[in-house]
């Protein structure tokens, strides 16, 4: 992906270094790749988007319960879902530099490093002729590409590079013709740092193995979860047992996971350790919608999302996911026009999977997913339930009654409709009947629906959205620029900033204190008493404060405050009392 805007991102990152809100992980030892810690700030940033995000999907929903499970649970967790196996990127080595990387990532390794900048250069007005290059190779191309065939032996690959410039149209073409030597069959895979041949890709699995006791043997390897959603999955006999649920409900958690990536790039976006927001959302198989509302409501039928119905089909639940999801992001901050729904094609899907839609946010490295949404079938519990031998089925007395009330023909005719219809998708006619005599008896592994999301990546979209700068022109006609982060009120890491206009009154200082201490009880204030009263602005603006209130020598005399809007910059008078109450409606 081209970075579309290369220096937002590291503006965005030293600010956030400058301001607490993310450091290099273990810095003071030059840090430590794809890990990152989040400062005063960035914590609370954090804070806000889970406690948003919880409040939405489980405390205001009457069909969402949580849990919280461990980090390292049963290895065999990790075989039944497919991470053991499959849980990979195709990984490279350079066998001139030594650099590992993800093969797919090459060619934006490329782009946005000194390579891909050297060959977008040798573009400049136009393809390069053959003398053009030859200069480039001798040059330049030792310093930024010093493994590219054609830099290692210049005089040598003149007659191949001038052949071969004919069908060069782009600057990876221009690359991957300067890393192939002459008389070579195939063209090198070029890396990306130096120009040197990279080994075929390997699948290289992603999970972090650690050894639970104390005796390192094979045995007792375990893995930090690459995913929260696993748990939810291994804990449904449960949290259903106990939670006083039926299907449709979710199961949400939010922590830690842990992936090994090859390439951790793009700031936070990519880490290594990072945190997720997961609902798996149990539904009625299509089927048993059918037998017990006589139809399914599919996206054809045009439904009203609004309004849930018993007879909805995972199409419509997984449509309805989309739109929640959506409308928690906009809460959020994120204006509805800077992110896309990508829905996956056909090819790009799991084979267990139905749907999945990606919501894909315009970074400044690109547009890149932000969280996803995922019909999911049956696959996960199936799996448990193959895997551990215990059973993932619920019991519905309803769906028991209904097809009771079928006789055989009607039974033999629905059987027969579900088993073409599983056909049609690829899967057994025999599969097919044995599912339908368990509908039958009221039996059923429920489906699941997946929006899945990620803290680190959410913070950063509202980094990227919320940074702007502006040039300000104050009353004596100065101007100078400042940096402002417009977070969403009710996401930004401190609410409100109090200042005391001097802090060598103790009169004035006192009730600037007593004020401050009754906010604070409620929201994440902030207290201010040094500089001037425009420097402490410039501080918060940076900070992302929407608010800010100075207590000065008229508070002593009518109880009033000023209150300064971190976007208009408008200052207003009010009661402390009238404060409370703006500030109630805004940030609750
Ligand atoms: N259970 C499904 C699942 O884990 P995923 O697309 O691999 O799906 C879901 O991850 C979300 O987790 C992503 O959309 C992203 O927000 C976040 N995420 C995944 N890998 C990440 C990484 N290496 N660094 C930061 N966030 C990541």
Known sequence: MQNTEPNKLETIASLCKRRGFIFQSSEIYDGISGFWDYGPLGCELKRNIKESWWRQTVRLR?????????????????????????????????????????????WDIFADGD?????????????????RVVAWIKGRGKGVAPNLAAVKAPDASIPHLAAGLASVTSSRDLYTLLATPAGATAP???????????????????????IVGPVEDPANVAYLRPETAQAIF???????????????????????????EVTPRNYTFRSREFEQMELEFFIKPDEAVELLCGRVITLADNPDLATISDAWGWEVWHKYWVEQRKAWIISAGLPADSFV???????????????????????????QELEGIAAR??????????????????FDEALKLAANKLDDTAKAAFTEKVAADWTARGKSADAARAFVARLFDGKYIPHVIEPSSGVDRMALALLCNAYAEETVTDEKGKSEVRTILRFAPNIAPIKIAFFPLVKNKPELYAKA??????????????????????????????????????VDFQTLDDGTVTLRDR?????????????????????D
């Open 234 to 260: 291994a804990q449904f006999p449960n949290v259903y047992a106990t939670a006083r649920q039926t299907v449709p409900f979710g199961i949400a958690q939010m922590g830690k996971a842990f992936r090994n």
């Open 115 to 131: 390579t891909g900048g050297a060959m977008a250069d040798l573009f400049a007005g136009g393809a390069p002729d053959i003398g």
């Open 62 to 106: 009457e069909d969402v319960v949580g849990i919280e499970a461990t980090i390292i649970m049963h290895p065999a967790i990790w075989k039944a879902s497919g991470h053991l196996d499959t849980f990979s990127d195709p990984m490279s080595m350079c066998r001139d530099c030594k650099k590992l990387l993800r093969s797919d990532h090459a």
């Open 188 to 210: 090198t895979r070029a890396c990306p740092h130096c120009g040197g041949d990279m080994t075929e890709p390997r699948p290289f699995n992603l999970m972090f193995k650690t």
């Open 513 to 550: 204190r007593e004020i401050f201490s009754g906010f604070q009880r409620r929201w994440n204030c902030f207290w201010d008493e040094s500089g001037a009263i425009g420097r402490r602005y410039r501080r918060m603006d940076e900070a992302g404060t929407p608010f800010c209130v100075t």
């Open 341 to 367: 729904e990508y829905w996956q094609k056909p090819d790009e899907l799991a084979h267990y999977a139905r749907a999945c839609v990606d919501i894909e946010y315009a970074f400044p490295f690109g547009t």
């Open 377 to 394: 079938s049956d696959f996960d519990l199936s799996q448990h339930q193959k895997h551990s031998g215990k059973s993932m089925e619920v």
């Open 567 to 587: 976007d208009t910059m408008k200052q207003e008078r009010l009661t402390v009392a009238a404060l409370k109450e703006k500030l109630e409606t805004i940030l």
